[in-house]
């Protein structure tokens, strides 16, 4: 009798906060994906507290769709992103996870890309794409391939992963842990950091998800407020690298310099944008 293989089981995580305009358009680039797939799979949305119809159009969407069995609604009190992701961890019951925004989607092949890389480079632990066409214009001292591997170093230097871009084997939860809920601005930074120094975590020379609402990467709006905080937390970030052992204290003095120097340069372009 013919051995029957198990398939693989991914879990796709979906914060949600005020997003009617764009959660619906979120989760459908999501589902195509899995649309005739090789993958068993499960997508949380995770409504942190919203106080529009966010959560009422996700229950309708969910109602009336084909794939009903395999989308579910959570709904939390406000705690913020990094909350809202780790609800989802929780209960994910898949070998590996992966994210969306609720104002991103997916590029059409991303799962199947990423998968492919993965299962065919059993040592790499992470594999993330591109949101940014620059993303990795400055990966420090490195010629850019298809296939980088980041470590520790460059990430301190700047974060190269965005959660809607990276898919990863749920197991490297063990030792990663979960987001920290006490970090409203460069949450995922903090999480990165510690996914990279443990792990192996490639990532992709190839543009995997685009916004929906053509939000900037930071600095919409004028809002140099947001830019203080974010700042505030990537340093924040680097000095946990340092105080874990991560990095060594050149890297570290180096590190906290490089991100005050792209700080002022944010506060510069934000004002010419604005202008």
Same mark, same amino acid.
Not at 169 to 183: A, I
Not at 197 to 224: A, E, H, P, Q
Not at 230 to 248: D, P, S, T
């Given at each position: 009798?013919?051995? =029957?293989?198990?398939?693989?089981?991914? @879990?796709?995580?979906?914060? @949600?906060?005020?997003?009617?305009?764009?959660?619906?358009?979120?989760?459908?680039?999501?589902?195509?994906?899995? !649309?005739?797939?090789?993958?068993?799979?499960?997508?949380?949305?995770? *409504?942190?507290?919203?106080?529009?119809?966010?959560?009422?159009?996700?229950?309708?969407?969910?109602?009336?769709?084909?794939? @009903?069995?395999?989308?579910?609604?959570?709904?939390?009190?406000?705690?913020?992103?990094?909350?809202?992701?780790?609800?989802?961890?929780?209960?994910?019951?898949? *070998?590996?996870?992966? +994210?969306?925004? @609720?104002? *991103?989607?997916?590029?059409?092949?991303?799962?199947?890309? =990423?998968?492919?890389?993965?299962?065919?480079?059993?040592?790499?632990?992470?594999?993330?794409?591109?949101?940014?066409?620059?993303?990795?214009? !400055?990966?420090? +001292? %490195?010629?850019?391939?298809?296939?980088?591997?980041?470590?520790?170093?460059?990430?301190?230097?700047?974060?190269? +992963?965005?959660? =809607?871009?990276?898919?990863?084997?749920? *197991?490297?939860?063990?030792?990663?842990?979960? /987001?920290?809920?006490?970090?409203?601005?460069?949450?995922?930074? #903090?999480? /990165?950091?510690?996914?990279?120094?443990?792990? %192996?975590?490639?990532?992709?020379?190839?543009?995997?998800?685009? !916004?929906?609402?053509?939000?900037?990467?930071?600095?919409?709006?004028?809002?140099?407020?947001?830019?203080?905080?974010?700042?505030?937390?990537?340093?924040?970030?680097?000095?946990?690298? #340092?105080?874990?052992?991560?990095?060594?204290?050149?890297? /570290?003095? /180096?590190?906290?310099?490089?991100?005050?120097?792209?700080? +002022?340069?944010?506060?510069?372009?934000?004002?010419?944008?604005?202008?």
């Amino acid at each position: 009798m013919k051995k =029957q293989i198990k398939k693989i089981f991914i @879990s796709v995580i979906i914060p @949600s906060y005020n997003s009617s305009s764009t959660i619906i358009e979120s989760i459908i680039s999501v589902v195509k994906e899995f !649309t005739n797939s090789k993958f068993n799979w499960e997508l949380i949305v995770v *409504d942190d507290g919203s106080d529009d119809d966010s959560a009422k159009l996700v229950s309708e969407y969910i109602t009336n769709s084909i794939n @009903s069995n395999n989308i579910y609604l959570i709904s939390q009190e406000n705690g913020g992103v990094a909350a809202a992701r780790n609800t989802g961890l929780k209960i994910a019951k898949g *070998d590996y996870i992966a +994210f969306n925004d @609720s104002d *991103d989607k997916w590029l059409k092949g991303k799962i199947q890309l =990423q998968m492919d890389y993965l299962l065919n480079n059993k040592s790499v632990d992470m594999v993330g794409g591109v949101f940014d066409e620059d993303i990795l214009s !400055t990966i420090p +001292f %490195k010629n850019i391939k298809y296939d980088n591997i980041i470590s520790i170093k460059d990430q301190v230097l700047k974060n190269y +992963f965005s959660p =809607q871009t990276t898919i990863f084997k749920k *197991d490297n939860l063990n030792k990663v842990g979960l /987001f920290n809920e006490e970090m409203r601005y460069a949450e995922e930074g #903090y999480f /990165f950091n510690r996914m990279v120094f443990f792990y %192996k975590c490639v990532i992709l020379n190839k543009k995997v998800t685009v !916004t929906i609402n053509n939000k900037g990467r930071w600095g919409d709006s004028g809002l140099s407020g947001n830019l203080k905080e974010m700042e505030k937390g990537e340093l924040y970030n680097i000095h946990q690298a #340092y105080k874990a052992n991560f990095i060594k204290f050149p890297l /570290f003095v /180096f590190a906290i310099i490089f991100s005050v120097f792209k700080y +002022f340069r944010r506060l510069v372009l934000t004002k010419i944008k604005i202008i």
